[in-house]
């Protein structure tokens, strides 16, 4: 699976984003998929997660904020970001493979290249 993240940009504290991530290969329906966010200096971390079965995850910072989904047939995910903060600065990396309930430190088979998001207050 090859994966292409898109949609991070240069936005104001309390704009919306939505970033999307395009799946290329087979089977993309049969793998659990998510985001991960990595700020500089620190550690890539679990952000959102949409199961196979269409359970979904979040981490605590973004529940309540952030939306995960999912297009199959469209080998699309994407994810829905309100509310934003300072402190969702960070390079955006969506993931194909990983074990959900999600598990640090972050692991999956396949990554896309990272889109970056700038939330200025």
């Known amino acids: 699976v090859q994966l292409q993240a898109s949609g991070g940009g240069l936005v104001q504290a309390g704009d919306s984003l939505r970033l999307s991530c395009a799946a290329s290969g087979r089977a993309f329906s049969a793998y659990n998929v998510g985001w991960f966010r990595q700020a500089p200096g620190k550690e890539r971390t679990f952000v959102a997660g949409i199961s196979s079965g269409f359970d979904l995850y979040y981490s605590d910072p973004v529940k309540g904020r952030f939306t995960i989904s999912r297009d199959n047939p469209k080998n699309t995910m994407l994810l829905q970001m309100n509310s934003l903060r300072s402190e969702d600065t960070a390079v955006y990396y969506c993931?194909?493979?990983?074990?959900?309930?999600?598990?640090?430190?972050?692991?999956?088979?396949?990554w896309g290249q990272g889109t970056l998001v700038t939330v200025s207050s």
């Open positions: 993931a194909a493979g990983l074990p959900l309930p999600p598990r640090q430190p972050a692991r999956a088979p396949y």
